[in-house]
């Protein structure tokens, strides 16, 4: 399994930010310090915002800051709300799967009892969690 770079970007936009609490961050600083693209990150900022993961402030003095605190964001809702509408395999794709073996294999079934454990996990976790005691990422993350 491979995360995309959205869902990665995400993750590490909101980590950024509850390093920074109570701090309206730049698109740049977070572009810089997460390696990167400015424009890539700004669809994941949006998509962010939109969720209510984010609050944006517009103008010259603008950027981003979490919108709500870290203990509330769950890293497997993150991980649901970027990762949804990809398919895990062929056989989860609907009307789009093509595989002949569909009717009968066990595999959808296996995979998806997989799939309910991996959330499941990340449910418990929260970016506070990620966060606390992480001096280290805190200090890569951290603005000066």
Excluded: W
């Excluded at 400015?38 to 800051?65: F, K, P, S």
């Amino acid at each position: 399994m491979r995360l995309t770079t959205r869902t990665n970007l995400a993750m590490r936009t909101l980590m950024f930010c509850a390093a920074n609490p109570d701090q309206i961050v730049r698109k740049r600083e977070v572009a810089l310090a997460c390696n990167a693209s400015e424009n890539h990150l700004a669809q994941v900022i949006h998509l962010l915002a939109q969720q209510g993961y984010l609050r944006t402030v517009r103008g010259r003095a603008g950027g981003l800051m979490l919108g709500r605190s870290p203990d509330r964001i769950s890293v497997g809702e993150v991980f649901r709300q970027f990762e949804a509408g990809l398919p895990f395999a062929e056989c989860f794709a609907g009307e789009e799967c093509n595989c002949p073996l569909v009717g009968s294999c066990r595999l959808k079934s296996a995979l998806t009892s997989a799939l309910d454990a991996f959330y499941g996990k990340l449910d418990t976790i929260t970016v506070a969690d990620l966060m606390r005691d992480n001096t280290d990422l805190n200090s890569l993350l951290k603005v000066a």
